[in-house]
């Protein structure tokens, strides 16, 4: 027999398996998950991985239960084991980029993600919203790092074949094409980056870039005493609302340091936030905590919004290609154009502006068709710019390229608006747009995708949390059968009432030495009932 004992458990239970015992199909542990017993389960799991030390599914939920006592470090080091065992795991890739996401690794959680994206084949809405909201908070970031170190950057240091394309101007300032500006801007950046030759950057890069360094018009009054926030999205611009914002029983929800750390007093104050206003409680910021967070600020009384003007996008110049270039590390900006001709028509044009020398030459001539079919007037358009820039697609590269995303003019171009509205910070607004694409074309798939992802409320997020939890647990083999676990308080390991213990005192432990403290203890040997009953 043998006796293994810890400390710190919360609440008592016996559980055993054996010849003679109720079946399970779930492990001790993996049951004291299912009743949120997540300190307890930890140990337990602790005492699975002594006897199996290489099972990759034992360690899965060991740091399962790490992560949900709230041991995120510990979470982190231990799932990062068991994907070094089993690298396509789906539930190890979730929770080990739910720890990373809690502690501020970003790239960490990331890369979980986007793996669990790749290994399950399905394109959960959840797991790509969390995508799009983590790449826009680490693109926002590198942006501020880029914006530190501006003067040590040498722009020779940036590969040649490195892109970005500007938003597409509206050369007759057409108000009822302008939201064409951000459509046109996001198709053409898709087929680009169809080519593996050519490095394309992310349209919302550019977008954070100009904003940041003031490239647009301000979006409020500079005269007004009232406080400018950072984008909502990012830690700095939660913690500087969190400041203001009061707990119903006072005080501010968040007063420590007002930088990126996503540390325990930030994710604390979160989580408050999110439970006095009714939301998922899970201390990660998204759209609905977002939306809540600006409706609190518009209710307190310690807040007075300046008045907002009008703020056109930014567009990028030959004047100011070198920085923006250098700070995006890119060496050519994509600049396009469109402009109706009469009711019917429309054209567009396109030119390359070499950020080192600032000079610009167009990408052929104008292109010049029926406005319903701009998308494929695009494609035209972009063979002219490969031609420009000397890149052959291959012919499976040219393939993907020549796909249409939607013949519907209408979708396309409330497509576009949608986009237009999320970059505004206009959620809803931009929800809207996007479902009026899918219903006009169902097949519209940038669309649907947009759709689904604006969707994902944060009781989504707590559903698909608790479904991952579900799917890990039950997959890890039952205890041996000669194997007791016991989890409880003094005197829990004793005979029956009635019962007398077998001679020798086994399997029963009775000393109040062993219950002084809560404790783990695994007995290992046969127990009575075994087969053929045999002790």
């Known amino acids: 027999m043998k006796i293994t004992a810890g400390a710190g458990i919360l609440s008592a239970c016996l559980l055993i398996l054996g010849s003679g015992c109720a079946s399970t199909t779930r492990s001790p542990a993996d049951q004291l998950v299912e009743q949120g017993d997540y300190e307890a389960a930890v140990l337990a799991y602790e005492a699975e991985e002594a006897r199996l030390p290489d099972d990759p599914l034992i360690k899965r939920n060991h740091g399962i239960a790490l992560f949900r006592a709230g041991r995120r470090n510990d979470a982190i080091s231990k799932l990062q084991i068991a994907r070094a065992l089993e690298p396509e795991n789906p539930q190890t890739l979730y929770f080990l980029g739910r720890a990373a996401e809690e502690t501020g690794e970003t790239e960490l959680a990331l890369a979980s993600y986007t793996d669990y994206l790749a290994a399950t084949g399905r394109k959960d809405a959840v797991v790509r919203a969390k995508v799009h909201d983590l790449t826009f908070q680490q693109t926002n970031r590198e942006i501020m790092e880029a914006l530190e170190r501006e003067q040590s950057i040498d722009p020779r240091s940036v590969p040649e074949n490195t892109l970005a394309v500007s938003e597409f101007e509206n050369s007759l300032s057409d108000p009822d094409l302008e939201a064409l500006r951000h459509g046109l801007a996001a198709v053409l950046i898709t087929d680009l980056s169809q080519v593996r030759e050519l490095r394309v950057l992310e349209r919302e890069r550019l977008g954070v870039l100009l904003d940041e360094i003031s490239l647009t018009i301000p979006a409020v009054d500079a005269s007004s005493e009232a406080p400018s926030f950072s984008p909502i999205e990012t830690v700095i611009g939660m913690k500087e609302r969190l400041v203001l914002l009061q707990r119903p029983g006072g005080g501010a929800y968040y007063s420590g340091p007002i930088d990126a750390e996503r540390g325990a007093a930030y994710v604390d104050a979160v989580k408050a936030f999110q439970r006095d206003r009714g939301l998922g409680v899970d201390g990660i910021p998204g759209r609905q905590t977002w939306k809540a967070v600006d409706e609190a600020l518009a209710e307190s009384s310690a807040y007075d919004p300046p008045p907002a003007t009008e703020r056109p996008r930014g567009a990028v110049s030959a004047e100011n290609a070198p920085r923006v270039g250098k700070l995006l590390g890119a060496r050519r900006f994509v600049l396009g154009s469109f402009a109706p001709l009469g009711d019917e028509e429309i054209q567009l044009g396109a030119s390359l502006l070499e950020v080192a020398e600032g000079t610009q030459l167009p990408a052929g001539p104008p292109v010049v068709g029926p406005l319903p079919r701009v998308l494929r007037l695009e494609k035209t358009l972009v063979a002219q710019i490969f031609e420009a820039l000397g890149v052959e697609p291959s012919e499976e590269e040219r393939q993907r390229i020549e796909q249409v995303p939607t013949e519907n003019f209408l979708a396309f171009l409330a497509y576009s608006r949608g986009l237009y509205l999320e970059d505004s910070g206009d959620f809803q607004g931009a929800l809207d747009a996007y479902r009026e694409a899918v219903s006009r074309d169902g097949s519209f798939q940038a669309a649907v995708d ?77 127990l009575p009932g075994g087969k053929g009953g045999q002790p």
């Open 450 to 526: 947009r759709s689904e992802i604006l969707s994902v409320t944060s009781d989504d997020e707590l559903d698909f949390d608790r479904s991952q939890l579900l799917d890990s647990i039950g997959s890890v083999p039952t205890t041996d059968p000669g194997l007791l676990l016991l989890i409880g308080a003094r005197g829990a390991l004793t005979p029956p009432p009635g019962a007398e213990g077998p001679p020798g005192g086994d399997p029963y432990v009775d000393s109040p030495k062993v219950g002084e403290s809560e404790a783990v203890i695994i007995v290992e040997g046969d």
